[in-house]
C-alpha cells in the first residue's frame, strides 16, 4: 500500500496535511532485509495508477526484485492514512481504503508458484488473508504443508479494523499452524484467540517449529520443538548445515524438564530475551522491523538468543523513526550488540539515530548512548 503519514499530530479529522510513503507488512520486511544485504523478492498485486508506479520504484530501490508484481489496470492501488500516536493507545486511527483493490484480488492461480518457491524463506502476512475471500484461499494454500517448499514464515499480524468479527479472525490460527516459523503479540492472541500468555500461545500452536511470542516493552519468547525434523532443506542451503544451533545453551528453558505443553510431553525449548530501552518515536513498523532482523539471523544460522537479540534490534531501529520503515543496523554493529552480556544488553538506551552512531571504536560492553 503507499501511507499516508500525518505532518503533524492530532485526529485524521483535523491533520491538514501528509506525506507519502510506502506500507505494508512483506514489504517493509523486504526492504528491511534488502538493506544489509539479503537478496528478496517481493510478490503482490497493485494498480496501473501511479501510486502502483511509485510503490514498485520505491521498493526496488531498497534492492528488492519487484519483477514478479503484477499490474492490474482495472482495480486501484490500497492506500491507508494513520495519526501519528501510539497504535496501542485508544487515540490511534488508521483509514485502509483497499476493498477492492488490486492486492484483494489476488489467487493462487494468479501468482508465480516457481517464484514463490524459489527463495529460502517465504515470508507471508495475516493482514493478506483478511483482504478477501481470495486472498484467504491463497494463504490456505501458501500454507499447507507439502514438500519442497521454502521454510514457511508467518507473521500473524491480527488488524481488528479489518476483521471486525473475532469469530472470523480464528482462521489465523489454522493459517499459523501451518508455517514452519510464527511471530505472534500476545496482545494480537488475547484478542483474536482469547490465549493469554506464551505457553497458553504455544499449546494452541504446537505444530511450527519455531513460535515467537512478542510480549511488548517486555521482550519476546522463542518456543523451538526439538522433536520430529528440523528446518527442511531451502533452496541450494540446508540450515541445518550452516549453523543451526545447539538447542543446550544458556538462557534456554527445556520444556522436558518444566512441564507439559499441551496435555502430552513435548520435546522443546523456550528462550526469553528482554526488549531494549529506546525513546519511542513510533511503534508502526516495529513489528515488521523485528520480523526481518529475526529472519535475517535465520537465514545466517544463529542461535536463538540472537535471533530474538536481532529481532529487537532492528524493531528499535524503527521505534525510534517516525515512518513504517527505517534503515536497521549494518551487521557488524548489530552482531557487536547481540553479543553483549546480559547486563550490558538491559543497560542499552538507544535513540533517534542510533544505527548512524559510530560505535565500531566502544567495547562490547560499552553502552550506545542516546541521540
Known amino acids: 500500500m503507499v501511507t499516508f503519514l500525518p505532518r503533524l499530530p492530532g485526529r485524521l479529522a483535523d491533520v491538514p496535511s501528509f506525506d507519502r510513503a510506502i506500507g505494508g507488512a512483506e514489504s517493509n520486511v523486504a526492504c528491511t532485509l534488502a538493506c544489509t544485504g539479503h537478496t528478496t523478492r517481493w510478490i503482490s498485486r497493485v494498480g496501473t495508477d501511479g501510486f502502483g508506479d511509485h510503490l514498485l520504484t520505491a521498493i526496488a530501490e531498497c534492492g528488492v526484485d519487484v519483477a514478479h508484481v503484477r499490474r492490474d489496470p482495472l482495480r486501484p492501488t490500497g492506500v491507508y492514512f494513520r495519526t501519528a500516536g501510539d497504535r496501542a493507545t485508544g487515540t490511534h486511527e488508521v483509514a485502509y481504503y483497499r476493498a477492492g483493490s488490486a492486492a484483494s484480488a489476488m489467487t493462487a492461480d494468479g501468482l508465480d508458484a516457481a517464484a514463490l518457491r524459489a527463495g529460502r524463506i517465504l515470508h507471508l502476512s495475516g493482514i493478506t488473508a483478511a483482504l478477501s475471500a481470495d486472498c484467504l484461499g491463497l494463504l490456505r494454500e501458501l500454507t499447507a504443508r507439502r ?160 535471533r530474538l537479540r536481532h529481532g529487537h534490534l532492528w524493531a528499535a531501529a524503527a521505534l525510534t523513526v517516525p515512518g513504517d520503515l527505517a534503515t536497521p543496523p549494518s551487521r557488524p554493529q548489530a552482531d557487536r550488540l547481540a553479543a553483549l552480556d546480559d547486563t550490558a544488553w538491559e543497560r542499552l538506551h538507544l535513540g533517534p539515530g542510533w544505527t548512524d552512531a559510530d560505535v565500531s571504536g566502544r567495547r562490547a560492553d560499552e553502552e550506545v548512548p542516546t541521540q
Request: aromatic share 6%; hydrophobic share 40%; net charge positive.
Open 147 to 306: 514438500p519442497g517448499r521454502p521454510l514457511l514464515s508467518f507473521d500473524v499480524n491480527y488488524r481488528p479494523g479489518l476483521w471486525r468479527d473475532t469469530a472470523r479472525a480464528r482462521v489465523l490460527l489454522d493459517l499459523a499452524r501451518g508455517a514452519d516459523l510464527v511471530f505472534v503479540g500476545d496482545d494480537e492472541a488475547r484478542d483474536a484467540w482469547g490465549l493469554h500468555g506464551p505457553r497458553a500461545i504455544r499449546r494452541a500452536l504446537p505444530e511450527p517449529q519455531l513460535l515467537v511470542v512478542k510480549q511488548g516493552r517486555a521482550g519476546a519468547t522463542v518456543f523451538r520443538r526439538t522433536g520430529g525434523p528440523d528446518f527442511r532443506r531451502t533452496g541450494e542451503t540446508d540450515l541445518r548445515r550452516t549453523g543451526e544451533p545447539d538447542l543446550r545453551r544458556t538462557g534456554e528453558t527445556d520444556l522436558r524438564r518444566t512441564g507439559e505443553l499441551d496435555g502430552r510431553r513435548d520435546d522443546a525449548t523456550a528462550t526469553f530475551v528482554p526488549a531494549l530501552n529506546v525513546d519511542l518515536v513510533a511503534a508502526t513498523g516495529a513489528g515488521d522491523a523485528f520480523a526481518a532482523g529475526f529472519l535475517s539471523a535465520t537465514l545466517r544460522g544463529l542461535p536463538d538468543r540472537d
